[in-house]
């Protein structure tokens, strides 16, 4: 088959860093990080603590600024977009869930009422629904369970439509069966939806149940790409 032939088999790429830098000072964090996300792929950010596996996550919707290389969102200069419109298509769930005062299903408005939306009560539900929270609007936040909480953080990015989710270690503040919930359902979510989804992880077996690809991370740098039975250099079962 031709190259240009295997190339339309490929899924379409829809993030890509090249050579992407963050640095404080004389620390480098993040060191010329290089590599591409398809369409429908997970790709977990494995590596020991201190490695930037963080920082690497926050470069790429902005919420820090890259001090070298280059972010392309669907194949365009991601700072094309105004920093809020890129947070829409790059959403985002971190270790806590954060949510805001009041119902859940404010929580779940938030995002489209900022770009003058208003959704309706059953949108609401629906996106409820497709996290396992149906019936779950009129309750307060503070009222929920950890594992719930997550749960509505992952509706409230949904909402918004993103193409890309970015997790930064979504269960560590959870128990093991709130965690294997919510590990099922962000690659549910991602595999219908077919987003593209980068997760942080320091947990190997973690890493083995969600990722279809892993970057091993290690002093700011990719030292590993690949399934993580490559990057673990693993026999072949
Ligand atoms: N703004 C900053 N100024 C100075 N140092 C920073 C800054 N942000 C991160 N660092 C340092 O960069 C390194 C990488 O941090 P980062 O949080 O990205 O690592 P990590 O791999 O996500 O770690 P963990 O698994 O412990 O969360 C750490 O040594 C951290 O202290």
């Known amino acids: 088959m031709s190259s240009a032939g295997r190339e339309n088999l490929m899924p379409e790429s829809i993030l890509r860093t090249e050579e992407l830098g963050y640095s404080v000072g004389d620390k480098v964090i993040v060191d010329a990080v290089s590599l591409t996300v398809a369409q429908g792929e997970v790709l977990c950010v494995l590596g020991p603590s201190g490695s930037g596996k963080s920082s690497f996550l926050r470069l790429l919707n902005r919420l820090a600024e ?26 985002m769930i971190t270790q806590q869930a954060f949510l805001f005062p009041g119902r859940v299903a404010e929580n779940v408005r938030f995002g489209p009422r900022q770009r003058g939306q208003e959704i309706t009560d059953d949108a609401v539900e629906e996106c409820l629904r497709g ?78 149940r969600m990722a279809d690809r892993v970057a091993l991370f290690r002093g700011g740098r990719v030292v590993g790409l690949g399934t993580l039975a490559e990057v673990l250099d693993e026999p072949a079962s």
């Open 66 to 91: 890259p001090t070298s290389g280059m972010v392309y969102l669907e194949g365009k200069d991601y700072r094309e977009l105004a920093p809020r419109e890129l947070r829409r298509r790059v959403g």
């Open 131 to 208: 996290v396992g929270l149906s019936g779950y609007g009129s309750r307060q936040g503070s009222t929920l369970s950890g594992g719930e909480a997550q749960r509505v953080s992952i509706a409230r990015a949904l909402a918004n439509e993103p193409v890309v989710l970015l997790a930064d270690e979504p269960t560590s503040a959870l128990d093991d069966f709130s965690k294997s919930g919510i590990e099922a359902l962000l690659r549910e979510i991602v595999k219908a939806r077919q987003l593209t989804c980068v997760m942080v992880t320091h947990d190997v077996a973690q890493a083995r």
